[in-house]
């Protein structure tokens, strides 16, 4: 079976939470990487925290929709993490903190 055919019938057989759970593990593990090299090389943790900081914007629009139909709290809840990311990635780009942070902060 090839990669794509396999891809193809994980995403028909999982639920929605189970696709979210995936995502959010596969980017834990992205940054995790990242977190393994060189501080100085930003490309070697570019693309994990710029993942990571996507999906987090991806929630905050989805969260910002008027049709969302989580509750108030947890949807503000949600754009105010994302917004942290975004902070927290910008400093760990210019190196004024560590990845962990976000790391710890995602599987919370």
Known sequence: MSLRAYHQA????ESPRET??????????ALMEAAKA???DVSARIDALDWNRRVWT?????CADPGNAL??????????????VGRQTSKVVRREDTIESLRSRSIA
Do not use: G, M, N
């Open 71 to 84: 509750p108030h709290q947890l949807r503000a809840s949600i754009i105010s993490l994302a917004i942290w």
């Open 38 to 40: 060189d501080p100085h």
């Open 10 to 13: 994980t995403v028909r057989t």
């Open 58 to 62: 991806a929630l905050s629009e989805d």
């Open 20 to 29: 979210e759970y995936r995502l959010f593990a596969q980017v834990t593990l």
